[in-house]
């Protein structure tokens, strides 16, 4: 069991918005930048969010994250086929002093 | 183009070691902390080691502390990983994937195709 929690699945139709959520505690979250990644089947994971809310070059602007105490989120907006992915969130833990990802949620596209 | 290329994956034998290799390419390596994450069938992804530019700043997640030893060759942009006393909980796929910063380890902007690593006897 991760020390980072996410919902094991998320779902929404094309066009809306949603979101996923990522609950850790003070010595991960709280203390620390978290991270998105989205991973297409079959492929290797891919950095869509850094230090909260930054988005990498190429990332479209659909994608936001945000973090409040130890909770943070990624939303997506105007929700396309192709967002149908794998999503993890990561931070560092300084109590085990390394990262921790979440356990991914898996978001359907209806 | 930064690109991350791992190699040495297979069969491996309960209580054996493999080696795996990371070629890096594209950017300046010894600028940048590396990690390898590996991801079981089926199940999320699992970081498993860090190390920073240099070299000298290394951490291990508890699953595989004692087992494993991460190391680089900045000399020839090269990240390693040599892994003993290997269970079929070792199994997966294993990536190496670079880091936004010197330390910055959870944040990984890089990442290879994986090399996939099966443990059985």
């Known amino acids: 069991q991760s020390v980072v929690t996410q919902p094991p699945s998320a779902s929404g139709t094309p066009g809306q918005r949603v979101t996923i959520s990522c609950s850790g505690g003070?010595?991960?979250?709280?203390?620390?930048?978290v991270h998105w990644y989205q991973q297409l089947p079959g492929t290797a994971p891919k950095l869509l969010i850094y230090?909260?809310?930054q988005r990498p070059s190429g990332v479209p602007d659909r994608f936001s994250g945000s973090k409040s105490g130890t909770s943070a989120s990624l939303a997506i907006s105007g929700l396309r086929s192709e967002d149908e992915a794998d999503y993890y969130c990561?931070?560092?833990?300084?109590?085990?002093?390394?990262?921790?990802f979440g356990g991914g949620t898996k978001l359907t596209v209806l | 183009e930064v690109q991350l290329v791992e190699s040495g994956g297979g069969l491996g034998q309960p209580g054996g070691s493999l080696r795996l290799s990371c070629a890096a390419s594209?950017?300046?390596?010894?600028?940048?902390?590396m990690n390898w994450v590996r991801q079981a069938p089926g199940k999320g992804l699992e970081w498993i080691s860090g190390?920073?530019?240099?070299?000298?700043?290394?951490f291990y997640a508890d699953s595989v502390k004692g087992r494993f030893t991460v190391s680089r060759d900045n000399s020839k942009n090269r990240l390693y990983l040599q892994m003993t006393s290997l269970t079929a909980e070792d199994t997966a796929v294993y990536y190496c994937?670079?880091?936004?910063?010197?330390?910055?380890?959870?944040?990984?902007?890089?990442w290879g195709q994986g090399t996939t690593v099966t443990v059985s006897s």
């Open positions: 994937a670079k880091a936004l910063g010197m330390r910055e380890f959870p944040a990984m902007d890089v």
């Open positions: 594209g950017f300046t390596f010894n600028n940048y902390a």
């Open positions: 190390i920073g530019g240099s070299g000298n700043n290394i």
């Open positions: 003070r010595s991960n979250i709280e203390s620390n930048f």
């Open positions: 230090r909260n809310n």
């Open positions: 990561a931070a560092w833990d300084d109590s085990l002093s390394g990262p921790v």
